[in-house]
């Protein structure tokens, strides 16, 4: 829906579309009808509460950033395997060739090895349904090869619904009520800032304790009163040996267990084992934190865990989820306002997405490939491909695997095939764009209109766009539409503007009209306080949580998963010949790639940098700011090292998503980190890497 031409400033409400739980409810100020100034949060929003982060409040430099595609573009040099060979090699061409040329390759190769051969590849670069969700439209009618999303939901979720059964918790905005707030492997600081709030209001009013879990001393961290620096992929030990202690205590509220959980003999005698020092031994925390940690959990009944994704990342982040979900189950801390724990919210929307998605056209035989495992599927991986024919052909919105997905080197080679033919629609020349045979500009949220739900509140939320779209951008909507009427696909859903999508799926979903919420600027979707603290039963066998994780019903891939707390040794263990553990966290002017090209971003983010506790630095012989190359069976890189001592000896971080481009070598930080599926049911493992290193 076009915006009204108005040349008069004016502040228009809208919702940060960026892959973050907060979905910030915005005001975005328009200058004119094609033009943004300032980005604010929405005061009156209850989540949001006037805050939001730098990197999009100065989103203007990125609307109207000089570098944004602006013209379709065809390559007419060769594909390089750099990622950066942007320099000659594509001539702009009018939208309908652009077009036409998509649709007679994905006819063309379907022709030759069947429609499975297409790929339509997306991800979360937009989280609004109709902009993200739409290319499943066009995948379910033709048959195209379906997408398994596992790149940063499926392990944590699966630990979350083996004990809780729902993906809801808590309102984000009892945290206010709390006496003790856990963010568990997050770093809202960074990644969620919003979250920050509420816990400041928790401190002040009432002199709320905030721990923090994480590997290493994030922004996060930095402001807790306790701070348990755990080795990255023993989270589960740590969770395990609190629950011995809290058992140990007599902090245990044995009724809650009776009523509400599967809590047997066996399970309480599993914990007789799970001693601090046994977790010490694995976690590197002090036993005496463990028990100081432990001693504020039993006795804060108000204690309300943030449960987040980062520590979930690994090949056994599934069972270390759980493990940390059981803690409110042990202390019966769900009872209370502001106790209880919240990983994400996604079921609390109850949306029919049959239109946006062709959810009725959608075929399960049709074979589906593992998102995280873009790499090994494009080199034609025969366990991946399933005894299928290679993928020939692929449609990217919203994503840039090239940099974004594991084992880079596998990435960029994919992409890098002479019979690969790519389309990516996007924003800017991101490396998968520049290894694009067809290269079309995207509008971003503000230039299109959409709907939006979040992980991380309970605000269901319609935007339209704020201003024109830039000359010669278009929706993601409008390109899936305008594919599918040359690739002979029907459906309603490609016959509706984006707008009338909106209103037909709340229309189907039984909320009010997507106008009213658009004038209202939110819908609550929060449920009674009784369902959010599952006070009526868990979504379980028995309406009982579980600590007894049935992982086969969580995936297929569940073998040798353990059923109960504890310390899963399925991880990439650092040995001799790959001494550290490294972490991929996220920076926090970044947001996977996107800012990446924004200057204030840029800056304030400076070089990527390898932070090194200085004792190995003193080790290796590294200095600050040297040159040192990181390494392991998938490949090496060379970074600059950072000093410092918020981080255990054995373990490393690199803060990104930084593009290949920005290191040395062309390679980034995802060329270390494996493709190896976590179980039960895939997920990409990025805080999962032993690694070498050595000084230059
Ligand atoms: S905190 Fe997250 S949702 Fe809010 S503006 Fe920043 S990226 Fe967007």
Redesign the pocket.
Known sequence: MPPDASATPEFLHST?P?D?P???ALEVERLAAGRVGKVRGAKDNPYTAGV??A??ARYAERVHHPERLTTPLRRKGEKGAGGSNTGDAFEAISWEAALDAVAEAFLKAEQRLGAETVWPYFYAGTMGHVQRDGIERLRHVKRYARQWSTICTALPEAGWLAGVGLKAGVDAREIEHSDLVVVWGGNPVST???VMTHIAKARKARGAKLAVVDPYRTGTAAQADLHLMVKPGTDGALAAAVIHLLLRQGAADRDYLAKYTDWNGEIEAHFADTTPAWAEAITGVPAAEIEAFARLYGATKRSYIRVGYGFARARNGAANLHAVSCLPAVTGAWQVEGGGALWGNGAIYRLDKTLIEGLDRLDPSVRAFDQSRFGPVLTGDPKDLQGGPPVTAILVQNTNPAAVCPETKRCLAGLARADLFACVHEQFMTETAALADIVLPATTFLEHDDYYTASGHTFLQAAKAVIAPLPECRSNHEVICALAKRLGARHPGFEMTAWELVEATFAASGHPPAETVWQDRWLDCAAPFEQAHFLDGFPQPGGRFRFHADWAKAGRDHAGMPALPGHWTRWDQADAARPFRLVAAPARSY?NTTFTETPGSQKREGRPEIMIHPQTCAKLGVEAGGRVRVGNDLGSLVIHARPFDGVQPGVVVVESIWPNGAFEEGLGINALVSAEAGQPRGGAVFHDTAVWIEAL
């Open positions: 940060c960026h973050c907060s979905t910030c939001i982060c990197k999009v969620q800032v919003n947001l």
